[in-house]
């Protein structure tokens, strides 16, 4: 048993507002945070639209929709809204600094029997247990894009997370329909590690001319069965997101992680993918062309 009915979520960006939306779907109650009103309600804009897309799909019913949205508070205070959660999951940006800065203050706030969960995608768990109250509390949760379709939850055990809250993790995982594993808290988990290696390569095929975006991207899609090429993941994942998590892993892990020149250039140049409308393709018009 979880026993988790209640869920704070400390930003509402791209997997904020998944996490809040998975969570509410399987009847938790949920209270998604961010920055500001105007923020936190995107996000909330954002559910309402993958909800109208699953309604159309048949994936979800309207009266289901209606009951997720209506489990889920708006506030831009997630350290009031932590004194009564039974789980946290952070998915702010991935910054150390800003991680660190507000597990803190959630875990001081937080029931003792509350879990404080990390979505990093690449930092070190343990590092961010180190400042919270109680460290044996802390674990990483790492969903991946977008949360409401992918079935993997990887549940990253940091040096001090006791076996109670990994089990407790597990069975939230089975709560939200997700299927979980357990990694050990090393540089970016089992799952970022080959997946930015792949995004990486692919981005200095393309700057040495290899091949184009749509053609690298159709090898591995044609080639190898993966669903999606990756080039158009990373603009999925977001070009900046991608980019902090290859300046960590090159700096834990070594040189095969240095980042592409090209991708820093493109985040400089704002074009972090889907979510700013540009990345190795154009999500301005119907069309979807290569930049
Ligand atoms: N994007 C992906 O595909 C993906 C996949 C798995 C894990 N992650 C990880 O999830 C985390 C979030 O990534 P994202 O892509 O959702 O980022 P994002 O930039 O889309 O969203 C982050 C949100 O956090 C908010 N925020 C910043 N500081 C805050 C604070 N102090 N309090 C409350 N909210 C705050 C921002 O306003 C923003 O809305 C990162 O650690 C990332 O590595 C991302």
Redesign the pocket.
């Known amino acids: 048993m979880s026993n988790i009915a209640s869920v704070v979520v400390?930003?509402?960006?791209?997997?904020?507002h998944g996490i809040a939306q998975v969570c509410a779907h399987a009847g938790l109650r949920v209270t998604l945070?961010?920055?500001s009103d105007a923020?936190v309600g995107k996000g909330k804009a954002s559910i309402e639209k993958s909800l109208a897309k699953m309604q159309e799909k048949g994936r979800v019913t309207a009266e289901q929709a209606q009951a997720t949205l209506a489990a889920i508070t708006l506030s831009t205070d997630?350290i009031a809204a932590s004194a009564s959660a039974d789980l946290i999951v952070e998915?702010?940006?991935?910054r150390m600094e800003?991680k660190l800065d507000?597990v803190k203050k959630v875990s001081e706030a937080a029931p003792a029997h509350a879990i404080v969960a990390t979505?990093?995608?690449s930092l070190s768990v343990t590092e961010i247990a180190g400042v919270a109250k109680d460290p044996s509390r802390v674990v990483g949760l790492?969903?991946?894009?977008p949360v409401p379709v992918m079935e993997l939850l990887e549940i990253v055990r940091a040096m001090q997370t006791s076996d109670e809250v990994i089990d407790r993790a597990r069975s939230f995982a089975t709560q939200i329909a997700k299927k979980p594993i357990v990694v050990k808290d090393a540089p970016g988990f089992a799952t970022s590690r080959l997946g930015v290696i792949l995004g990486c390569e692919a981005i200095r095929m393309l700057e040495s001319g290899v091949a184009s975006a749509e053609d690298i991207d159709a090898a591995m899609e044609l080639g190898y069965r993966h669903p999606m090429g990756p080039l158009k993941l990373t603009d999925l994942?977001?070009l900046d997101?991608r980019l902090m998590?290859l300046d960590h892993l090159h700096k834990e892990l070594g040189e095969q992680f240095r980042p592409p020149s090209l991708l820093r250039q493109m985040v400089r140049a704002g074009r972090l993918g889907r979510k700013s409308g540009r990345g190795f393709y154009d999500y301005t018009s119907a069309n979807e062309t290569k930049k």
């Open positions: 400390v930003g509402s960006g791209t997997m904020g945070t961010d920055v923020v997630p998915a702010v940006p991935e800003l507000l979505n990093t995608s790492h969903f991946f894009n994942v977001g997101v998590i």
